[in-house]
T-cell receptor, first 114, second 113 residues
Framework: DGGITQSPKYLFRKEGQNVTLSCEQN?????MYWYRQDPGQGLRLIYY???????QKGDIAEGYSVSREKKESFPLTVTSAQKNPTAFYLC?????????????FGSGTRLTVV | QQQVKQSPQSLIVQKGGISIINCAYE??????FPWYQQFPGKGPALLIA?????SEKKEGRFTISFNKSAKQFSLHIMDSQPGDSATYFC????????????FGEGTQLTVNP
């Protein structure tokens, strides 16, 4: 089955550590996105990539970094510069070539600072 | 101009009632309007979507109503059930945005038994 896989489902980070969240898709989608969701809040765009080896900052990119070396993969690194990283992180993908270019979301990674 | 404004922020409905969530937009280039449903601890999933060439689209108990002149669209959930309790997001995109969606702020729906 095609879809998006995010791992791990739960992640704990100590103060000052960098952590990397994995996002893999086998939908052959060109575009991939990272969103942050805080409790009871909406979706805030961190980074997005529309083609391999290219990505753009979203609305809250500070303290985060990404790479897009392969079409299937779009890992997100939460750096120590991100002062409040505890949140639910969602990865999504889409293809502008589809007739209805909605997003397919992964099941999310819940990051907690301990 | 890129914003999509969604209301209400939260909604409580009795079982069997009609749930209505509204969204408004400014960007007239938007040409695709999906709704997403998110259960706690899960990623959002596409529920139903509409394009501006039709005024209404129905899938089961879920209906999107679209008013192009008012730049508004809404989700109606008929015969609401406790299993519909979730967060709902409206969104919009345009061909020029390269499939990037602009999301509303979300509505937390609770359907009481």
């Amino acid at each position: 089955d095609g879809g998006i896989t995010q791992s791990p489902k739960y992640l704990f980070r100590k103060e000052g550590q960098n952590v990397t969240l994995s996002c893999e898709q086998n939908l052959n989608h060109d575009a991939m996105y990272w969103y942050r969701q805080d409790p009871g809040q909406g979706l805030r765009l961190i980074y997005y990539s529309q083609i391999v080896n290219d990505f753009q900052k979203g609305d809250i990119a500070e303290g985060y970094s990404v790479s897009r070396e392969k079409k299937e993969s779009f890992p997100l690194t939460v750096t120590s510069a991100q002062k409040n990283p505890t949140a639910f992180y969602l990865c999504a993908s889409s293809s502008p070539r589809q007739t209805n270019y909605g997003y397919t979301f992964g099941s999310g990674t819940r990051l907690t600072v301990v | 101009q890129q914003q999509v404004k969604q209301s209400p922020q939260s909604l409580i409905v009795q079982k069997g009632g009609i749930s209505i969530i509204n969204c408004a937009y400014e960007n007239t280039a938007f040409d695709y309007f999906p709704w997403y449903q998110q259960f706690p601890g899960k990623g959002p999933a596409l529920l139903i979507a509409i394009r501006p060439d039709v005024s209404e689209k129905k899938e089961g108990r879920f209906t999107i109503s679209f008013n192009k002149s008012a730049k508004q669209f809404s989700l109606h959930i008929m015969d609401s059930q406790p299993g519909d309790s979730a967060t709902y997001f409206c969104a919009a995109s345009s061909e020029t945005s390269g499939s990037r969606l602009t999301f509303g702020e979300g509505t937390q729906l609770t359907v009481n038994p």
